[in-house]
Structure formats: C-alpha cells, structure tokens
C-alpha cells in the first residue's frame, strides 16, 4: 500500500469514530432512575462474515456517506464504486477494506455492549492474482486464413500445414511488440501433400513474439503451463487429475483457455492441496480485531486475540493428538474456567504428543511482531524436561496435519522474578504472562502458532493451562495494559 492509501485507512477509522461515538448516547439505557450503573456488558465475538454480511456493508448509510466523502476528496467515484463491489462480489478490496467499513456494520450488530468490548472478524478480501500471471493478460486468438495458407503452399491449394511447413508458420502471424502472446490455431497433416496428406488434427498452441526469432512456441521458464484443450472446458480439475495422477501438495500448474465472449484467453493457477487442484482466485481469509473504546475501532496492530477462558469456547483453535499410551484418548481440552488445558495424566502418568494450533495469522505490515499469552503449570518435571515438554512453534505451511508441516521453535523467556514474566521456575496453579516472543524473522507472512505438550515413557506430566492468547505489536500492549 502506498502511503495515500495508508492515510485513508487511518482517516476512515478516525472519522468512523468520532461519527459512531457521537451517535452512542445509551446513559437511560445503562442507568437506572436512582443513577447506579448496571451491568456492565463486555463481549468478545469471534465471526466470519456471511454472503449477506457484504451485501449489508456495502448497504450501510454511514458507510456510503464515508466513501462519498473520499470520493469528493479526490474528485473522482473510485470509493464508492468499490464499497458497491464489496456487496456485489461478496469481498473486500484495496479501496474498501474491512478497517474502512466494518466498524458501522459492528455498531448497528451490536449495540448493547460497553467500551472494552472486541470483535474479531474474519473475511474475505481480494489480494490480487500472482504477479508473473500478467504476462498472460489480454492474450489474442488466431485462426490462420485462407490466404496465410497461401502464402505458405504458393499456387497449391493445401489448406493445413506440415512437418515440412511448420517453420513457415511464423512468417504469416502479425508483428506485435517483445514479449507478446498469441494463439495460434491451424489445421495439421503428419505426411505432406504428395504423401496422401489430409487434415488429421487442428492445433491450439501459445506462441511468443520475441526480437530475433520473431515468434517461437512458448515455454514458461519457471511455472508449468498447459494449455486447455476445447473438450475439457469446464472440467479442468479432472483433465489436471488425468495429466498428472501423482502430483505432490504446493504443485502449481497455469492453464490458460480460450474465452469466446471476450475473444481472448484466460489463464488461471492452479494449487494441488494434497487432495484437489484449487483455482487461486486472488481471494484469500484474513482476520482483524476490533475494540470497541469511543467507537468501534480496527485494531491494525492487533493481529490475533483469543481470550479462551471465559469466552464459552476455544475460538477456532484446532487440536491434534499424536501416539497417545493406551489409557488416554486425548491431551488438550478446552475448560472455561481455566483456558486449553493440556495433560497426558490420567490415573497415572502417560505419554502422547498434543498440539493446539491457532488458526492462520496474517502479519500484515508487520514490524515488531511478537506472542504473548498467560500460563500456569503444575505437576511439572525439572525445570529443563519441562521446557522440552510445554513448547511453541511457529509454521508458514500448516495445513491440517501438524506432522506433515514445517515448524520452527520459539525460544521461551527466561524467568524474570520481579516482573512475574516468562517461563515460571516452579510448579503452581498460578498464571503467569509468557512475556513477548518475537515473531519479526515472519513478518508479512501468514503463520500458525502450535502449542506442543509431549511427554515421554517415564517422565512426571505436566498440567499446562493456557489463555490469554495474544499476537500483537509492542505499542498496542503497552496501551492495553
């Protein structure tokens, strides 16, 4: 983002605020006739937006007043158009973000809860397609002519080419600028003229135009490119199942076909996920945070948030379990009272492997990025075997399967007495505050965190409580505390 648009983003959640605190007057609501407050109504909701939640965004009055006004700004109708697209294709944009636009949507959804309050969201935004795809853009279809065969048999009515005539190919195709695409479509003959010839096939082939070979067949140097054959229009995920039957998870494939309405070709990448070729559509989840303190505000330092206990339930953390003894059947739990609980004890010591992954993270404009969260831990072995048993993992390939992912090791804080921060020296049901763990070395990546508990044959089980779960830059903790 540029630094116009960033000051935009920052403009809508000041004005949003100033225009939804102005409207917030709930004192006969929150007062009873003697003047003692009631209950004081602090939630955190944890929602993904709905097909029908876009649609009311981009319907919203305070919203469409706001992207008016950016458009006056700037004397043109970019802002409004573009909120009008978030309700049309279900999906925000670079000029309508969710920190723009989801504050209204939250005030007039939740009305009754007081400052404090959070609302973690997630949706759908458009991040835009790969960058190297744009070579494909606009690509042309030709069809050679009566006259271009032609051109190539002379005073012979043939009307297919050869192995012979192949090379004369380039010589009937126009001339365009470097590094410009073109299908070329022609009928075909393996034996010549002379040979009994006849149209056995029409080709469908991708050239490049190119400075001193003029036009060759075109080979993506780093990305593998297929080009759709007309049968399999509209059933690519079984022609790319057919052509590869044994494809590995990330494979990435660009198949481009031909568009008859718009008259020019369509390229799009496909990813293999382990189990199914996924077209990339340049939408992607993402998550943000909003507090409610003199109107709903986004939160764009605040990256992850997820309270736990007291909440009801555990959010969208995701648990594994791993070679668990007979004995146990599971190792992490969720409790309200007390957050994820994990331990392999159950009428006597076990040992398994357990993990609670945390849902994607997007550190978006990341710079000082780190995780915090608070701890109690009993019934531990040594100080050192515990550190090896309780650890915290950070992977950028998590897909489902913990075994099956890249993870890279957090280092713990050590103990610091008089602060009451890092990883506690003794055993005890008292919570105490990770301290921040730095998560610079991903910035601007989406990771997962894993919290690891693995205990061994033999070993004392530890009781691991975990809440409080917080990805965050250094200046919003400072605030929030």
């Not at 400052?115 to 969201?121: K, P, R």
């Not at 229009?233 to 590869?244: A, F, H, I, Q, S």
């Not at 690891?452 to 530890?462: A, F, L, N």
């Amino acid at each position: 983002m540029n630094t116009i648009m960033k000051t935009k983003y920052i403009l809508s959640v000041v004005a949003l605020s100033l225009g939804l605190t102005a409207c917030e007057n709930y004192f006969d609501e929150k007062y009873m006739d003697n003047g003692d407050p009631q209950i004081v109504v602090v939630e955190n909701y944890d929602y993904t937006l709905t097909s029908d939640d876009y649609k009311t965004i981009a319907n919203n009055k305070t919203n469409k007043a706001y992207a008016a006004y950016l458009d006056s700004i700037e004397g043109e109708n970019v802002y409004v158009e573009a909120l009008a697209l978030v309700g049309e294709n279900r999906v925000f944009n670079e000029n309508a973000t969710a920190d723009m636009y989801v504050p209204a949507y939250i005030y007039n959804k939740y009305p009754q809860v007081d400052q404090g309050s959070t609302f973690n969201v997630t949706y759908r935004y458009f991040e835009g397609l790969p960058e190297y795809l744009k070579i494909y853009d606009n690509v042309e279809q030709y069809k050679l002519t009566a006259a271009d065969y032609k051109k190539i048999w002379g005073n012979s009515d043939t009307k297919y080419l050869t192995p012979a005539t192949l090379a004369e190919l380039e010589g009937v195709l126009p001339q365009v600028e470097d590094d410009h695409l073109l299908g070329v479509v022609y009928d075909y003959s393996s034996k010549e003229p002379d040979e009994g010839g006849q149209i056995e096939e029409t080709r469908e082939e991708i050239y490049i135009y190119s400075g001193g070979v003029i036009w060759k067949l075109y080979e993506d140097p780093e990305h593998t490119f297929v080009l759709l054959p007309t049968y399999a229009y509209g059933r690519v995920e079984k022609y790319l199942n057919d052509l590869y039957p044994y494809p590995a998870k990330d494979d990435k494939v660009v198949v481009m076909q031909y568009d008859s309405k718009a008259k020019k070709y369509v390229a799009t990448e496909y990813n293999y996920d382990g189990l199914l070729w996924i077209a990339n559509t340049g939408v992607i989840d993402e998550s943000m945070s909003f507090v409610l303190a003199q109107g709903w505000q986004a939160n764009l330092s605040t990256y992850y948030k997820q309270a736990v206990a007291g909440d009801g339930n555990m959010g969208k953390l995701t648990l594994e379990h791993y070679d668990l003894e007979d004995g146990i059947t599971y190792i992490w739990a969720f409790n309200n009272t007390y957050g994820m609980k994990a331990s392999a004890y159950f009428s006597g010591p076990h040992y398994g492997e357990g993990w609670c992954i945390t849902p994607k993270i997007k550190l978006k404009n990341s710079t000082e990025p780190a995780l915090s969260f608070d701890q109690a831990i009993n019934y531990g072995p040594a100080d050192e075997t515990r550190m090896t048993q309780l650890t915290v993992w950070v992977s950028t390939d998590y897909s489902g399967n913990a075994r099956e992912a890249t993870w890279v090791q957090l280092p713990w804080n050590a103990w610091d007495n008089e602060k009451g921060i890092g990883f506690p020296d003794a055993n005890s049901w008292t919570f105490y505050n990770s301290g921040r763990m730095d998560l610079s070395a991903w910035n601007g990546q989406t990771i997962y965190i894993g919290f690891r508990y693995k205990s061994e044959p033999g070993q004392t089980c530890s009781t691991w409580e975990v809440k409080n779960i917080l990805v965050n830059e250094p200046e919003v903790e400072e605030i929030l505390d």
